[in-house]
């Protein structure tokens, strides 16, 4: 018997395949701020919307936020003929604005050049947006400088040396953290782990000759030569503002 036109042929059932082996995990660490995870291969069998577009997909796993994860800070003070207030602007390499640190209580020149019993001062730390991200609180009368995040929590201290040469950083348990000691004239400064392993480099630098000759406003490069916890890093970069409170500023 013939074929009718347009009539179709029915067609045998397939024997189902086997769905392909799934790929492994595979971690991904970039010198970034978080980890990737890159999802396995899903099969194009999957229904659903979007199916084919879940390749390699990186996943954020929760991490620490860490402003200052870049390979060089350059931290610079505005010129001011007559300082009332300790400000430092801190950029990365490229001069882009990380964050502003200022202090909070303003002083008249009088008692700027006046002030010789121990004192407390504040410098708040905000980003570049205005959002607050650090508090260093230093006292002189037992010489040291805490470090607090946004909810007062302590992140560490900065312990200042009696020569101002050497400054000893301790994490929130008081156990050392790392050491900066500087050369003779305290601008150069090599900072070292608990082992001994180097972690940064400060330098403070020339900072123009209109600065240099008519105002006190210093010039700072921290470079980052090893790995470190965010915590142990915004230490680091604490640094330079306490060694110029306490050694080069006439705040």
């Known amino acids: 018997m013939g074929k009718q036109p347009g009539a179709r042929e029915s067609q045998a059932p397939r024997e189902s395949q086997p769905l392909p082996p799934a790929n492994d995990y595979v971690l991904f660490i970039p010198p970034g701020r978080a ?113 607090t995040d946004p909810a007062g929590q302590l992140i560490g201290r900065i312990q200042i040396g009696e020569t ?35 972690l940064a480099r400060l330098r403070k630098t020339w900072a123009g000759l209109g600065k240099e000759l008519l105002t006190s406003a210093d010039h700072y490069t921290v470079t980052f030569t090893g790995p470190m916890p965010p915590r142990i890093r915004s230490l680091v970069v604490m640094v330079p503002l306490v060694v110029d409170m306490v050694r080069h500023g006439p705040y």
Not at 185 to 195: L, N
Request: charged residues 30%; proline residues 6%; without cysteine.
């Open 35 to 147: 980890f990737h995870l890159a999802i396995p291969r899903f099969s194009t069998r999957e229904a659903g919307r979007g199916a084919g577009e879940r390749r390699n997909l990186p996943v954020s796993l929760a991490t620490m936020e860490d402003p200052f994860a870049v390979r060089e800070l350059r931290i610079r003070q505005p010129a001011r003929m007559l300082p009332g207030r300790a400000r430092y602007d801190i950029f990365d390499q490229s001069r882009k604005l990380l964050a502003v640190a200022a202090e909070t209580e303003p002083r008249s020149a009088l008692q700027t050049m006046a002030s010789l019993i121990p004192r407390t001062r504040v410098i708040g730390v905000r980003s570049a947006a205005g959002e607050p991200m650090l508090t260093l609180i230093k006292r002189d009368e037992d010489w040291l400088a805490d470090l």
């Open 164 to 198: 101002r040469r050497h400054y000893t950083l301790l994490d929130e348990t008081d156990q050392v953290a790392g050491q900066a000691v500087g050369d003779l004239a305290v601008k150069q400064f090599t900072i070292t782990g608990p082992d001994g392993e180097r």
